[in-house]
């Protein structure tokens, strides 16, 4: 339960509002509970509201503008007033069903700032902090009011200007391929059209994250660059004139900042968790975590098609074999692609042949499913949509029963078609084209949350919405897509050897990815290398978290590398500790994470092009303890770039707390190590 207690802090609070330019008037200023991070809002001359940022006394955000611009009504920018403020403390635990963290605090300060039209409309606008000690979230809230019944929103006006350049992580927004981009490295002050999280290390050091969470009802958010070192908002285009609309009362999602000394401290962050409502679906311990087998990667390097004929993938024969190779293995789901009617033709971008209840005749989901469960293993299914989301909505009854009577506690959704190609489809016919992550899709994605829900299903999408922590409200939306994953390795445009390192600090900061490691035979379409050693396609299965991760190699890969597969194996997928013991955005992270129901911890460590050793010292294992390190690392030729991408040296050793480990990762490597827990005084 959170203990909430209403507090009068303002006037201890506005002491800390720093000095502000001539032309504006302070109204309101909070910090955070430790006050390391805090805000103040002012009013221009002009009726402008601003609020800026410091964190340890130093400016992070300068002042910075607030507001909206209509399609319809003048914009909520100038003329503005101040009404009226208030605050409160909150503090409390929670636990996740499951997570890389068990329990998570959620201790933070809040500012309600109102404001009112000082003319004309007089429409009235709350902004909202929240401050903790690692990070700042703020919304615009709107009361139900006489002259905004209905905002069409143009866009927001919502400003960024950060006091320092610094470099810049960030892929590009409004594309075609959705977020599926390589990272860019770039000056702050030379951001172009950014998606979100972006992250940044200013000129000092301190690390910032700028992303959204709790996109809901809602267009997500990107940035463009304004002057200098200021991004601007730039709300998701949708199929009409106005981005977003909003009736009565409503708010917008949360624009946060999380805030450190250094990149681990922006993983370690629950600030977008907890910025989220808590879970809304009641008890689903139904779901459990785990990993899977597919027929999916002979597909994705074109031995297999989705569709039926001579090359057919999902068929009895295929699907038995991988049900078998999983039974064998410990794993125990295997998901199946290309299983249903509406894969044969063009289905890329017009995905209305697609039936989520009728296998295809090669395809015997009665009987796959009874092989499955004598075996202890279950079937995942697959819904692509090729960006008819319309259809799949009028499918989702027949399409999740379906699923939940063959037994599936998961289906992998799908939205193959170019950016703002979805297609909508309107009570009166009326067809319409989304983008991926406008106001419509964002509701979508809440009604396939509710709709899995009611049979019990879980869901993994791909070409998604970004994610912004809405798992902990919709625990059933397990994982999900997001950015460029393993798939790209089996095509000519390979991720790069830095490639994970990005992820980690970036994308991985708005949730589970099913990134599909495990690739042991490093080998894409027609034998072509991945840039990877051996020791890091393990590494992954630590370092890039999902509570559905997948051995996305074949059975036949998986053969000749058994002493690398067996760390597979034993890697567990959910968690009651996580912590980040060294990382460097786009060049290397360790992170160990400690199993739910076990005392065991295991670690990852992947780094970039360049060959690296890390000193990591096991403070995190328990003291009076004996573990047996398992470890598996790069051999001493190992690297990326030549025939040595498979050299691995498997070995054990005995460590106990505070001892230090060295870490040697090759170019293009990593390491990962199981410490197996004996008892005390062993």
Do not use: C
Request: net charge negative; aromatic share 10%; charged share 25%.
């Amino acid at each position: 339960m959170n203990a909430i207690t209403m507090v009068g802090r303002i006037g201890a609070a506005m002491a800390l509002v720093a000095a502000i330019p001539a032309y504006a008037e302070p109204v309101a200023g909070l910090a955070s509970p430790g006050n390391v991070v805090a805000v103040s809002v002012d009013v221009d001359g002009d009726g402008r509201v601003l609020y800026e940022v410091k964190r340890k006394g130093k400016p992070i955000i300068t002042p910075s503008r607030l507001g909206f611009l209509f399609t319809d009504a003048r914009k909520i920018e100038r003329g503005l007033k101040f009404v009226s403020q208030s605050a409160r403390d909150e503090d409390g635990n929670w636990t996740q069903p499951w997570g890389e963290w068990q329990t998570i605090r959620n201790h933070f300060r809040e500012l309600r700032v109102r404001f009112q039209e000082s003319s004309g409309l007089m429409r009235q606008m709350d902004v909202v902090f929240r401050l903790y000690d690692d990070g700042v979230g703020f919304r615009y809230e709107f009361p139900d009011q006489p002259n905004l019944k209905q905002a069409n929103i143009a866009d927001e006006l919502t400003e960024f200007a950060f006091a320092q350049d610094g470099t810049a992580w960030w892929k590009p927004a409004f594309l075609w391929n959705r977020e599926e981009y390589l990272y860019n490295k770039t000056p702050l002050s030379a951001v172009g059209t950014a998606d979100t999280p972006m992250t940044i290390k200013l000129a000092d050091g301190t690390h910032v994250a700028l992303h959204e969470a709790a996109l809901v009802d809602y267009s997500g958010m990107a940035v463009s660059r304004g002057e200098g070192t200021t991004l601007r908002a730039t709300l998701t285009p949708g199929a009409g004139k106005p981005k977003v609309t909003k009736t009565g009362a409503w708010f917008t999602p949360w624009r946060t900042l999380i805030i450190a000394d250094n990149a681990p401290g922006l993983y370690m962050s629950h600030l977008m968790l907890n910025l989220n409502e808590p879970n809304k679906l009641g008890d689903v311990s139904w779901f459990k975590p785990g990993k899977f087998a597919g027929v999916w990667w002979n597909m994705i390097k074109g031995n297999w098609s989705w569709a039926r004929g001579p090359k057919h993938g999902a068929t009895n024969e295929n699907v038995k074999k991988y049900i078998d190779f999983a039974a064998a293995s410990g794993i125990h789901d295997v998901l199946v692609e290309g299983w249903n009617v509406g894969w044969d033709g063009d289905w890329f971008g017009n995905g209305n042949d697609m039936d989520f209840a009728q296998p295809t005749a090669d395809f015997d989901a009665d009987m796959l499913a009874a092989y499955g469960k004598k075996k202890g293993v279950r079937l995942i299914g697959h819904h692509e949509t090729g960006g008819a989301a319309s259809h799949y909505e009028d499918q989702f009854d027949k399409a999740f029963k379906f699923a939940a009577d063959h037994g599936e506690m998961v289906v992998k959704t799908g939205y193959v078609t170019d950016a703002a190609q979805i297609e909508r489809v309107d009570a009166d016919g009326t067809k319409l084209r989304e983008w991926h992550e406008g106001q419509w899709m964002s509701n979508h994605f809440i009604r396939v949350a509710l709709a899995a829900a009611k049979y019990h299903v879980a869901f993994d999408s791909h070409e998604p919405i970004k994610g912004t922590g809405l798992h902990r409200t919709y625990p059933n939306w397990v994982a999900r897509e997001g950015s460029r994953g393993m798939e790209y390795n089996a095509w000519s445009a390979k991720n790069p050897p830095d490639h994970e390192a990005n992820l980690i600090f970036t994308r991985m900061l708005e949730g589970p990815m099913d990134f599909t490691p495990g690739v042991l035979s490093l080998t894409g379409s027609d034998d072509s290398p991945i840039l990877s050693t051996i020791a890091k396609q393990l590494a992954l299965y630590v370092v890039l978290y999902s509570p559905v991760v997948m051995a996305a190699d074949t059975p036949e890969n998986y053969a000749k590398y058994p002493a690398a597969f067996q760390f597979i194996k034993d890697v567990p997928t959910d968690w009651v500790d996580t912590r980040m013991l060294n990382g460097e955005v786009g060049d290397y992270a360790t992170i160990v994470r400690r199993p739910r129901g076990s005392d065991d911890w295991f670690l990852g460590a992947v780094g970039d092009e360049d060959a690296r050793k890390l000193d990591v010292k096991l403070d995190f294992l328990d003291p009076g303890k004996t573990y047996t390190a398992q470890i598996y690392r790069d051999g001493d030729d190992a690297t990326y770039a030549t025939d040595k991408r498979h050299s691995i040296v498997i070995e054990t050793r005995k460590v106990k707390q505070g001892d230090t480990l060295t870490l040697a990762l090759a170019p293009g490597g990593g390491q990962a190590i199981r410490f197996v827990a004996k008892g005390k005084g062993q």
